[in-house]
């Protein structure tokens, strides 16, 4: 079982920024997929950004430009730099980690959530 700690939501104002924090503890970080998705109230949860062990990373639409997904495997973290937030980026954001073994097995962990408000 992996645990993951997110931190550093707010209130900020529209055009201001914050930077999410995603803390997991596994041994093997290096080998999941980490994510960060976002819900709004009444809506599903989306995707916002992925990274994977070798860096790639993919982003929504609606937050290229102005999101940087990033990770630190020596401090077995996952980092979410928003900038240019908008009144529309408000949500819920939720750290994920997912990894599949060498028979398949998929391992796919959520943490708490930290909310994230923009106001205008």
């Known amino acids: 079982q992996v645990q993951l700690v997110e931190s550093g939501g707010g209130l900020v104002q529209a055009g201001g920024s914050l930077r999410l924090s995603c803390a997991a503890s596994t041994s093997i970080f290096n080998t999941y997929v980490m994510g960060w998705y976002r819900q709004a109230p009444g809506e599903q949860r989306d995707l916002v950004a992925t990274i994977t062990s070798g860096a790639s990373t993919n982003y929504a639409d609606s937050v290229k430009g102005r999101f940087t997904i990033s990770r630190d495997n020596a401090k077995n973290t996952v980092y979410l730099q928003m900038n240019s937030l908008k009144p529309e980026d408000t949500a819920v954001y939720y750290c994920?980690?997912?990894?599949?073994?060498?028979?398949?097995?998929?391992?796919?962990?959520w943490g708490q959530g930290t909310h994230v408000t923009v106001s205008s």
């Open positions: 994920n980690a997912r990894r599949r073994s060498r028979i398949g097995d998929l391992y796919n962990y």
